[in-house]
């Protein structure tokens, strides 16, 4: 187990530098820091204050490897900044000067407070209904359903997005139809409607996978032994259905973790919760390439935790998996 | 069906159908209360409390509500540039002159900080000197950065460190490329930080000398009489040395300051009361404010009404802004249409469902007191012509004849709604030279062009040798709509024959394209009044201007131009400038050196309890001078937010439904 780990860890560091390197190239290969400065500093900008603009960052070295002669070939823009990265040395935002430490630290809570309600309530509403519709399988109302789930996959996010606000935030007047707060006890009023959009959004695709897992269980030989000794429907369906297919549930549940905390871009957005991906959003409109280097970074390296995360969780409920 | 009416339905219905079962319609008469209860304590409102109920006189808290399309950049007022930043910054950070609300054409300079206007002194050398005088006893915002916390007072060395700042490099003043080509020492004292990597603010400056404790002198190494233009922009704002020194980011005793460029401790009618980044702002009355008052005079005869009690009232008129950032333009018209925002820009999106065909408020909004304003920016949008392009640059008749091709008023009905007005010479109304009466000799006039296009040696659009005249437009690309745009003006220009190639280009490497000449035609071109002064639009056309030094995008070169530019560049407004300025636009009218498009307007909607008080497009908002009717915003918002019940009462029908339809499932099996 312990050389697995080893051996996953040590495959990180290519993975993470071919990331880097790759965002490195996507944001200043097809636009260059003079471009992007052009950007920052809009159209009325002089050549000076683009030059002072790029010398302050450092955006003023060669781009990949430093060729000039008498320099060390490491004094380059993506060297220089993949080695404060990796000693997680944020640094501060091109744009607004503010450190990104604290720019994540602020936009986390926001997200989660967005993302964990919105995963735990769609799990357990899943679940339970993808159980009811095994429960009551080929009835009219588990076609009905089959459908329903289908249609809701069907919809996209800024329907449910848009119908929501106008629906039951603008004639309804239910909750707000924007904005967010943290503390105290308004943050729900805020937080309801996002969620529960966040839930319905993602219900469709949730209940029909979970009940093609859970039908896989019921055509077992184990259930039809237990059906056979005369245990009730409901009991196989809880005690046996259920837990066996908890094992591929983890595996969905622990590989969605890091995208937590990375948020909704459109819900954040939509509502103005400023979490981490409003300030992704922002970060690339602006355009901001330490806030999204940074983001990339943070993101792959969490990307690359759930998936090991997974991995062992999986070995871990399936006595049948050995990892080496 | 009324709401009372259905609700009463459902629940005869629900209690027949429920009967049989006691245990589920206790369970769903208990939900039903729990939800009732539970939306009824859940406002709508997505604003926080006000920071007080009432003010020290016992009158209502006015607060007034706005949306900012993201959160401002930089609130440093030596650094802030674009106009979301400016906005905040406005209200808070004043500046030493400002601009008059209500004459906006011609506008007018009126001392803000300073006693008086400065007084100008031609020195023998040649050089310009400006003398100004602060006003006594006005105070930085109490702030933790001074002594005890209380602010004190402003004085002529806090304009020395702003030039200060200014100059140095890293700062990053957006006008240093401006002034330090007049302001006397300033590019030395730049050049001399960037070699040492750091500026000495101990080092006496020369281009702002203290003659007092509220006196100093700017000088000049010539005559530049837009300098006042810039005192009344926060670059020249005073700054207090110790809240920069103080706001440094850092950790002190276990607290983490904030930078000063989010946090300005300025002179103004607001202070920062809380700002939650990517969220909101809020800005709170500066109690001890008493540089300037409502103004006596300048509206006009129909605002008599509304102004006329207001005429000398202490500023601020409300006590708290509390600005939103709103990243998606339908949030801004939902929360609008509820009340909770007083006012608002009418994008696209909500263009058919606010403004009439025949440009009037659409009659349910009416209805609802709301008031549309049209308001035209000092600033010209146009096709770049690349002057040095050997087809285009030679040929005067071809660069008429394509200017006379291009439908500009059907671009703006296409594209624009129709809002902005078309540009008829490059200078937009209000700046000083504007001629009301003028029109563009080649604007839309298709048969004109075609016989233009004839004069220019392609008859039909053909040369002599009967090849197809084809040139290359560079525009922005990516999004539809600019595609759209682009294939529309591609049209226009084939309707003379001739083949026009649409290059798609990002926006900064269109920006690269105009700066080094690799272009024919461009869109995308355009220019905002930094001031409003014809300066600021004809410098775009003379030849020193060549980029990199400057914006000349066009590559212009016109030696009777430039003559009569460096002539009117150093003069006050006066008849003789006004005549020059007629020559100028004649030269460029025949040159045409740009395909004219329009000036930019926009349509804006206010709420009946907060009605516009000035709309002076050199002010970013005024703040200062908002108003508020609290008592008829409070019953409006009442009126326009009350929550139905019924739908609670469907969908837990719709629930019960289901729970008996398994219930009846379960007992089956």
Not at chain 1, 41 to 61: F, I, M
Not at chain 2, 167 to 185: H, I, M
Request: proline share 7%; net charge neutral; charged share 20%.
């Amino acid at each position: 187990m312990l050389a697995y780990l080893i051996r996953r860890l040590f495959f990180f560091v290519p993975i993470v530098f071919g990331v880097m390197l790759l965002t490195f190239v996507l944001f200043f290969v097809v636009q260059s820091p003079e471009a992007t400065a052009r950007r920052v500093l809009g159209q009325k900008a002089t050549p000076k204050s683009v030059e002072n603009w790029l010398h302050n960052r450092g955006y003023d070295k060669p781009l990949l490897i430093n060729t000039t002669p008498g320099q060390p070939w490491h004094d380059s823009l993506f060297v220089t900044q993949l080695g404060r990265l990796v000693t997680f040395d944020l640094g501060t935002s091109d744009v607004s000067g503010r450190p990104l430490r604290e720019i994540f630290a602020q936009g986390a809570l926001p997200s989660l407070l967005l993302t964990v309600p919105a995963f735990l309530v769609s799990l357990a509403v899943s679940v339970a209904l993808a159980l009811y519709l095994v429960f009551i399988r080929n009835a009219a109302v588990d076609f009905m359903a089959t459908f329903l789930c289908v249609a809701l996959m069907s919809v996209p996010v800024m329907v449910y997005v848009i119908f929501g606000q106008f629906v039951v935030a603008q004639v309804l007047n239910y909750f707000p139809a924007f904005g967010f707060e943290a503390s105290g006890w308004s943050a729900p009023k805020f937080l309801l409607l996002p969620v529960a959009l966040m839930v319905v959004s993602g219900l469709g695709a949730d209940v029909r996978l979970f009940r093609a897992l859970f039908l896989e269980e019921m055509g077992q030989d184990y259930i039809r032994t237990a059906r056979a000794k005369g245990v009730s429907k409901a009991r196989v369906l809880l005690s046996h259905v259920f837990k066996n297919g908890l094992i591929n549930l983890i595996t969905l549940v622990v590989a969605s973790l890091p995208f937590l905390i990375m948020g909704s871009l459109l819900l954040e957005n939509f509502f103005g919760i400023p979490g981490l991906g409003n300030v992704l959003v922002t970060a690339i409109q602006a355009p901001d390439f330490a806030v999204v280097q940074a983001s990339v970074f943070l993101g792959s390296l969490m990307y690359l935790g759930g998936l090991l995360l997974t991995d062992l969780c999986y070995a871990w409920a399936d006595p049948r998996i050995r990892l080496g | 069906m009324p709401p009372r009416t259905s609700s009463r339905c459902l629940a005869l219905i629900a209690a027949a159908f429920l009967r049989p079962y006691p245990c589920v319609a206790r369970v769903c008469a208990g939900v039903l209360l729990a939800c009732s209860l539970m939306l009824a304590g859940c406002s709508n409102n997505p604003h926080p409390e006000p920071l007080q109920k009432t003010g020290e006189d016992g009158t209502p808290w006015k607060v007034r509500y706005g949306a900012l399309p993201e959160d401002p950049r930089s609130l440093d007022p030596q650094v802030s540039y674009d106009a979301i930043s400016r906005r905040i910054l406005e209200p808070v950070q004043e500046c030493l002159l400002e601009y008059q609300p209500f004459k906006t054409d011609p506008y007018e300079l009126t001392p803000c900080l300073l006693l008086k206007l400065p007084e100008r002194v031609v020195k023998p050398s040649g050089g310009v000197s400006y003398r100004c005088e602060l006003k006594a006893g006005i105070l930085f915002h109490d702030d933790p950065c001074f002594p005890e916390g209380r602010g004190r007072e402003v004085v002529a060395t806090d304009v020395q460190y702003a030039f200060q700042r200014i100059t140095d490099p890293k700062v990053e003043c957006p006008a240093l490329s401006n002034l330090q080509d007049y302001v006397e020492g300033m590019a030395e004292a730049f050049e001399a930080a960037r070699k040492t990597e750091s500026f000495d603010y101990s080092k006496p400056f020369s281009g702002l000398e203290v003659t007092g404790r509220y006196t100093f002198e700017i000088h000049l190494k010539a005559a530049y009489p837009q300098l006042l233009y810039w005192l009344a922009m926060h670059f020249t704002s005073p700054v207090a040395r110790e809240a920069v020194e103080f706001y440094d980011g850092k950790v002190h005793e276990g607290t983490t300051r904030d930078l000063f460029r989010f946090h300005p401790v300025g002179t103004g009618p607001f202070q920062i009361a809380d700002w939650k980044r990517n969220t909101r702002i809020r800005l709170k009355r500066n109690p001890v404010y008493r540089t300037t008052t409502f103004p006596q005079d300048g509206w006009g005869a129909e605002q008599e009404a509304l102004l006329r009690p207001l005429a000398g009232k202490a500023l601020p008129l409300v006590d708290e802004v509390n600005m939103t950032v709103f990243r998606e333009t339908i949030p801004v018209f939902l929360l609008f249409r509820q009340g909770y925002l007083d006012g608002m820009g009418v994008g696209k999106d909500a263009f058919s469902s606010l403004v009439t065909p025949s440009r009037d408020l659409s009659g349910k909004y009416k209805e609802r007191g709301v008031t549309l304003h049209r308001d035209t920016e000092p600033s010209t949008f146009f096709m770049s012509v690349n002057m040095e392009d050997p087809v285009l640059g030679p040929n005067q008749k071809l660069r008429q004849a394509l200017s006379a091709a291009f439908n500009a008023q059907a671009n703006l009905d296409i594209f624009f709604n129709s809002v902005p007005i078309v540009a008829e010479q490059l200078l937009p109304p209000g700046i000083a030279g504007y001629q009301k009466e003028f029109k563009n000799p080649y604007g839309y006039n298709l048969e004109k062009a075609k016989a233009l296009l004839a004069e220019a040696g392609y008859p039909n659009g053909r040369d002599a040798t009967g090849k197809v005249l084809e040139i290359s437009l560079d525009t922005t690309g990516g999004s539809a709509n600019e595609r759209m745009m682009a294939e529309f003006n591609q049209q226009q220009f084939e309707q003379l024959g001739i083949k026009v190639k649409v290059v798609e280009n990002p926006f900064a490497r269109l920006l690269e394209k105009l700066d080094n000449g690799g272009y024919q035609l461009a869109t995308g071109s355009g220019w905002g009044a930094d001031y409003p002064d014809p300066e600021n639009f004809y410098f775009l056309y003379y030849s020193k201007n060549f980029p990199p030094a400057g914006k000349n995008h066009s590559r212009y070169k016109n030696p009777e131009f430039d003559r009569l530019f460096e002539k009117m560049a150093t003069m006050e407004n006066c008849a003789e400038r006004d005549a020059i300025g007629l020559k100028m636009n004649a030269i460029l009218a025949e040159d045409v050196p740009n395909i004219l498009n329009m000036h930019r307007s926009t349509f804006g909607l206010t709420q009946p309890w907060a009605p516009r008080i000035q709309s002076n497009p050199m002010l970013e908002g005024g703040l200062k001078y908002a108003v508020l009717d609290h008592a008829l915003r409070e019953n409006l918002r009442a009126q326009w937010n009350k929550k139905p019940v019924w739908p609670i009462g469907v969908v837990l029908c719709g629930l019960v439904a289901v729970g008996l339809f398994t219930f009846n499932l379960r007992r089956k099996h």
